[in-house]
């Protein structure tokens, strides 16, 4: 089972490509030489004294020297530290291209939308027992390693097609660049290091959907997960399980949980029968809205068709697996408001003429449609589910 990073995962987004900072840059002054101590002609030294004495090393110099005459390299933190003083630079490998990024260099002004800055977390990105170090900054900003004595640049914000984030996922850190702000298709790359600075592991995650009319997946859109196609349920469950990202159920249970935050000022418009009244009519016309696993644990179909003998009669009819819900006319429409249909419903009609009703609300959004049940003045509704264009 996947586990999760505190449930969530944990994204820096903004900036623009790190241009600035990363062309013209010097190279840090790293393991320059350190001076030798004085002639034992003019001073003896002991064996003793030799082991305690201190060497001298230059300021910007990536290794010490131990007691033993070994070279001890320094440590991720000194490393880091010195980066963020602007005392060395990190070294940035892109496509075979080597260059240096300064901290100074880079924009830190709070205010702007592409200012970096250090960041509090502390992660073992590369899965190498040590935590990197993060910068907050543009399209998720950037993350650094210290090995070998010097800070390079473990990954970086892409742009909007490849934002910067990670994630706990099988028990180790991946990292991810992921492409979701733009219409057709939600793709995330994973990258799994080791520590060496080179990915053992990298694969996708995908829906695309390029034709969707509503630039919503479906049950047709192409769904992919490390090069296989699976289908829209296991790259839901995917989604739930690493991101905890809503289900399409879910999902659209969130969308109507908003939608009587606000009163609907729209003209009430009664039925009367009036062209008024049709014309706001037509605006629900929907031949086949589906759903799934219903509040009361049904999957089915809603439908407002007009009827083909030129009336202006409507058929609103929610089949499901049960049967159906109702199978009601345009006629059983009270009045509508703005997006919302108000349905008197006679569930059961005696001899006598009398009538038991149930009342519901329609709401129509285009991509998707709500149905909730209420009482008699259409007040306290209860949400029944969610029906989508295409599901």
Not at 41 to 67: H, K, L, P, R, Y
Not at 138 to 154: E, F, N, S, T
Not at 280 to 296: R, W
């Amino acid at each position: 089972m996947t586990r999760l990073l505190n449930k969530k995962i944990i994204t820096k987004s903004i900036g623009v490509v790190l241009a600035v900072g990363i062309t013209g840059c010097s190279s840090p002054n790293i393991g320059s030489k350190s001076e030798s101590v004085n002639d034992s002609s003019t001073q003896e030294i002991s064996a003793v004294d030799t082991a305690n004495e201190e060497i001298s090393e230059d300021s910007n110099s990536a290794a010490t020297a131990s007691t033993d005459g070994s070279e001890q390299t320094k440590g991720s933190e000194e490393l880091y530290e010195e980066f963020i003083n602007g005392d060395i630079s990190a070294t940035c490998i892109y496509e075979g291209t080597e260059s240096q990024i300064w901290f100074k260099d880079l924009p830190q002004d709070p205010e702007e939308w592409d200012s970096y800055s250090v960041s509090d977390e502390k992660v073992d990105l590369d899965n190498d027992g040590e935590d990197e170090l993060i910068l907050n900054g543009p399209y998720g900003g950037m993350y650094l390693d210290a090995r070998d004595g010097q800070v390079y640049v473990l990954a970086q914000g892409e742009g909007t097609a490849g934002e910067l984030s990670y994630i706990e996922y099988e028990d180790s850190i991946y990292i991810i660049h992921r492409d979701t702000s733009h219409g057709g298709r939600k793709i995330y790359r994973f990258d799994l290091y080791d520590g060496s600075g080179e990915a053992v592991e990298s694969f996708d995650l995908s829906a695309e959907y390029w034709d969707a009319e509503y630039d919503m997946y479906d049950s047709d859109s192409d769904f992919t997960f490390k090069g296989e196609s699976i289908t829209m349920e296991e790259y839901e469950k995917l989604m739930k399980d690493i991101f905890d990202i809503p289900t399409k159920i879910e999902y659209g249970a969130q969308l109507a949980s908003l939608e009587f935050q606000y009163d609907d000022d729209s003209e009430k418009i009664i039925n009367d029968g009036s062209d008024t009244f049709y014309d706001a009519m037509e605006a629900f016309y929907a031949e086949e809205y589906t759903y799934k696993q219903s509040t009361d644990g049904l999957d089915g179909t809603l439908s407002i068709i007009q009827e083909l003998d030129n009336s202006r009669e409507y058929s609103i009819d929610d089949n499901n697996s049960n049967g159906y819900r109702f199978i009601a006319l345009g006629s059983n429409v009270e009045y509508i408001k703005g997006d919302r249909l108000y349905l008197k419903y006679p569930e059961t009609v005696y001899e006598d003429g009398t009538a038991v009703y149930t009342y519901y609300i329609i709401v129509h959004h285009g991509s998707h449609i709500f149905l909730f049940e209420t009482d008699e003045n259409y007040e306290n509704p209860e949400y029944i589910y969610t029906a989508w264009y295409k599901y």
